[in-house]
């Protein structure tokens, strides 16, 4: 196992050392040390993961990345995490949408509390497209309806978790090549 882990830091160091040479400033060659020793801990660390667990472990890097950015706030991580939160009481009384369980409503109204996505409004605005979008059978290639379609990517999972959970491992993988790239 030690000779095996010393025979990949030399490959990765000599890795480094042929990049170096195309690096001319201290901080690039900075930043290209930090991207490579990530890029090689996240595959020692993923090598013993099954496919889906990669893009959940993924999921979270990349997350965390965009916490540190503060592209992403804590109550958006939450809802992500937990859903509808048991304590959240301002669910509007006259909001009902005929083709979307109470759960989804409620995840909506929630969403619209903590992002700048303005869901309910959409919604009443648009139901038709709403509708067509829920009940579309790949949502998460499609573009949302109306004045939703500039979301954020990460907006794009918690849409896709309040009203198409089963697919949210595949909007998880846009939103890691968005964030960190293909690796």
């Given at each position: 196992m030690y000779q095996f882990s010393l025979e990949h830091f030399n490959e990765l160091f000599e890795h480094i050392i042929e990049k170096e040479k195309?690096?001319?400033?201290?901080?690039?060659l900075i930043k290209h040390l930090v991207e490579c020793l990530t890029l090689y801990i996240f595959?020692?660390?993923?090598?013993?993961?099954?496919?889906?667990?990669?893009?959940?472990?993924s999921f979270f890097i990349a997350?965390?990345?965009?916490?540190?950015?503060?592209?992403?706030?804590?109550d958006e991580?939450?809802?992500?995490?937990?859903?509808?939160?048991?304590?959240?009481?301002?669910?509007?009384?006259?909001?009902?949408?005929?083709?979307?369980?109470?759960?989804?409503t409620k995840a909506i109204q929630m969403l619209d509390s903590i992002t700048p996505l303005k869901l309910v409004n959409?919604?009443?605005?648009?139901p038709e497209a709403w509708k067509s979008w829920v009940l579309e059978s790949e949502p998460h290639r499609i573009s949302f309806p109306a004045?939703?379609?500039?979301?954020?990517?990460?907006?794009?999972c918690l849409i896709?978790?309040?009203?198409?959970?089963?697919?949210?491992?595949?909007?998880?993988?846009t939103f890691i090549k968005e964030i960190v790239g293909e690796h």
């Amino acid at each position: 196992m030690y000779q095996f882990s010393l025979e990949h830091f030399n490959e990765l160091f000599e890795h480094i050392i042929e990049k170096e040479k195309n690096v001319n400033k201290s901080t690039d060659l900075i930043k290209h040390l930090v991207e490579c020793l990530t890029l090689y801990i996240f595959n020692q660390c993923s090598r013993a993961l099954f496919e889906d667990h990669k893009v959940i472990f993924s999921f979270f890097i990349a997350s965390k990345i965009c916490v540190k950015l503060k592209s992403i706030s804590g109550d958006e991580i939450l809802f992500f995490l937990t859903g509808v939160k048991a304590g959240f009481s301002n669910f509007l009384k006259n909001f009902d949408i005929p083709f979307l369980e109470e759960k989804q409503t409620k995840a909506i109204q929630m969403l619209d509390s903590i992002t700048p996505l303005k869901l309910v409004n959409s919604f009443k605005e648009h139901p038709e497209a709403w509708k067509s979008w829920v009940l579309e059978s790949e949502p998460h290639r499609i573009s949302f309806p109306a004045d939703t379609q500039h979301v954020s990517a990460f907006h794009k999972c918690l849409i896709i978790k309040a009203l198409r959970p089963e697919k949210l491992m595949f909007i998880m993988k846009t939103f890691i090549k968005e964030i960190v790239g293909e690796h």
